[in-house]
């Protein structure tokens, strides 16, 4: 029998929030002025080799205002559109456990107490996530919804070093069991496209995420952005951009893979304009979620039909 969730074939974000909160829920993208392990020299100084000059956070509020300005900024313009909605405070710039527990205590406790939030999300890598920020995490977890997104990009530890992640995969495997011992939400990110991944490889990805107990997804598309360490892999011809029906293909097959419970956060990144390299058709995001939704129908593809 055919699965859906709503009018998607997948078990989108959206339907997501809409069910547990019965309204539209917003995510306010918020750069609490971190650093990251990765970036500083701790780990290494280069990043990941994708990561752009605002920590993967390009579209999140100004570093230089507090949480709760860069929050009613964002509120007001989103308010000009949608009338009513409640709101996901989302740490999304660089590293958002990467800091002395009584400040990020204080920084997401601004966020919480904004009106209208009913939840928190907070983005992070593995290796991050030391005992007494699980117990914060936990503490917070009791108070409302919370959920944390670890950027793993790809289950192969060849890539990973090809694009700098910084950590390996049992790194990954730890974070991910002390999370959920604590009944934390767990979203991970995978990037479709890395220099050096064949489609099977993507794949492998894809199948060890539905394997383990994850409660949500982000799809990536690999862009190549402006003064990013990437520029250089792609000058080398390390690998080259997917083409739109390659992308739109891999992600059908992957919401197949996953199982029915995983929430599908993301189908697709943005960059912003002026800083994209390319591939230059990710630019048209709305088309390409049309085009994902038209190939599910038309293969008769659901979230689980290959799981
Ligand atoms: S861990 Fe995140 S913030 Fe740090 S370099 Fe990688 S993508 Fe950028």
Redesign the pocket.
Known sequence: MIKKWGDKRYYSLNYFLREKYGSKVFKISLDAGFS?P??DGKISSG??VF?SER??GDFAGDREYSITEQFKDIKFIMKKKWKEGKYIAYFQA??NTYAPIDILREKYEEALSQEGVVGIAIAT?PDCLEEEVLDLLEELSKKTYLWVEL?LQTVNDKTARIIN?GYKLEIFEEALKNLRKRNIDVVVHSIFGLPGEKEEDMFNTIKYLAANDIQGVKFHLLHLMKGTPLVKLYEEGKFEFLEEDQYVKIICKAIGLLREDIVVHRLTGDSPRNLLIGPKWSLKKWEILNSIDKTLEEKNIYQGLYY
Do not use: A, E, F, Q
Request: proline letters at 0%.
């Open positions: 990251c990765n970036r990043g990941c990561c920590g993967s660089y590293t890598r950027g992640r």
